[in-house]
């Protein structure tokens, strides 16, 4: 894809994720939603994920019905293992935080990620709830609802504001982060929170055992704003395998693969 082909398609993903803020906020103020269970007793989904899925999608093929689309509710297990071929491909998580989008906190997203040519080109997160809209294009920057975002890079683990995952490993680091660290939250959207570090509210997140749809948009904002996002190995970040450090600088995620070595030594 040409540049003014990556804006048409930019453009085209703001304005259908836009269209679907007021169905997550119609669905976050509905009490009676119907709440159905995955895979587990904390993976839930609800009729406003596969509302907003079915938008996005159709947009996006209506458009574009050559593109590959992995979808959280739509794909299956082994198509989010599936290597990205050559096709561009669209990540989406039409509700990132549906557990707190069940509960009524309002720490939810829409996350929507194009891949051209293996690189991640577009990212866009929205949080209808609290009218955030972050966006990036590859070599453009990140914005927040238009104004542009920095980390805030943060170098030493003593004044970063850390965010971990639930995973088991992360959790045995979690522990060593505490000692170390200005302070440590979960928010439950993995989306968010790789925003917030976009825009310097977050210093460090480490987690495991999600998706590409949880990481991909957050992963090319953290990168256009200055930061820095690598796998827990310490090589590159793999799209589809997406157990990652995301840091504000790339002093602060040598510390933290530090910490996360000495925590598994």
């Known amino acids: ?27 976050f103020r509905n009490a009676s939603k119907a709440v159905d269970t995955k895979r587990t007793h904390f993976d839930v989904v609800t009729e406003y994920d596969r509302q907003v899925e079915q938008l996005l999608i159709g947009g996006l093929l209506g458009r574009y019905p050559d593109h ?20 561009p491909t669209w990540i989406i998580d039409p509700i990132d ?16 990620a194009l891949v051209v040519d293996g690189e991640l080109t577009i990212g866009i997160i929205s949080n209808p ?8 294009i590859r070599g453009q920057g990140a914005f927040l609802n238009g104004v ?6 943060i ?9 971990m995952g639930i995973g088991r490993k992360s959790l045995a680091h979690g522990a060593n982060f505490v000692r170390e660290c200005s302070g440590l939250r979960i928010f439950g959207s993995a989306a968010l929170t790789l925003a917030y570090i976009a825009a310097g509210s977050v210093d460090l997140y480490c987690v495991e055992w999600l998706k590409p749809w949880d990481i991909a948009a957050g992963a090319l904002l953290v990168r256009e704003a200055g930061g820095v996002v690598r796998g827990f190995s310490g090589g590159a970040y793999d799209i589809m395998k997406p157990d990652i450090v995301a840091a504000s600088s790339e002093e602060l995620a040598e510390r933290a693969l530090e910490v996360m070595g000495e925590s598994s030594g």
């Open 68 to 87: 590959r689309i992995l979808a959280e509710e739509s794909s299956s297990e082994a198509a989010a293992k599936e290597p990205l071929d050559g096709r």
């Open 1 to 27: 894809m040409n540049p003014q082909q990556v804006q048409e398609a930019f453009e085209l993903a703001l304005r259908l994720t836009k269209q679907a803020g007021p169905l997550v906020l119609e669905g």
């Open 129 to 136: 709830c609290m009218d955030e809209i972050y966006t990036a």
């Open 148 to 153: 542009a975002i920095r980390t805030k890079g």
């Open 155 to 163: 170098q030493d683990l003593k004044s970063a504001m850390v965010h």
């Open 97 to 112: 935080g549906t557990l707190n989008f069940v509960r009524g906190i309002p720490f939810v997203a829409i996350s929507v």
